[in-house]
């Protein structure tokens, strides 16, 4: 089971961590995804990394902003969110796939971001 961490309420401009955590597995043989979705829009992806952490993509809305990383020895990864924008207000989830799937195969039950002053 994937756990979020780190949600809250924090002024434009300002800067969050996330993190995504596994309860009784371990995350290094994943890809993790952090996804958002806030109401009345779709679900979307915001950054993934690969195993080994050598591989990232990002969203346009949130290039270089956000910054996903991981670090396998705590079994945890995270996503570092600067210059946060009003916008940026949304659940945010961790899931992780595996290496054949087609699809992403734990989800989180998310953690909260609001952006307001």
């Known amino acids: 089971q994937l756990v979020e961490y780190g949600g809250g309420l924090v002024q434009p401009g300002g800067s969050l961590r996330l993190s995504c955590g596994a309860s009784?597995?371990?995350?290094?043989?994943?890809?993790i995804g952090w996804f958002r979705q806030s109401p009345g829009k779709e679900r979307e992806r915001v950054a993934c990394?690969?195993?080994?952490?050598?591989?990232?993509s990002y969203a346009d809305s949130v290039r270089g902003r956000f910054t996903i990383s991981r670090d396998n020895a705590k079994n945890t990864v995270y996503l570092e969110m600067n210059n946060l924008r009003p916008e940026d207000t949304a659940v945010y989830y961790c899931?992780?796939?595996?290496?054949?799937?087609?699809?992403?195969?734990?989800w989180g039950k998310g953690t909260l971001v609001t952006v307001s002053s």
């Open positions: 899931a992780a796939k595996g290496g054949a799937s087609p699809g992403w195969d734990y």
């Open positions: 990394i690969n195993g080994s952490g050598d591989r990232t």
């Open positions: 009784g597995g371990t995350l290094e043989y994943f890809a």
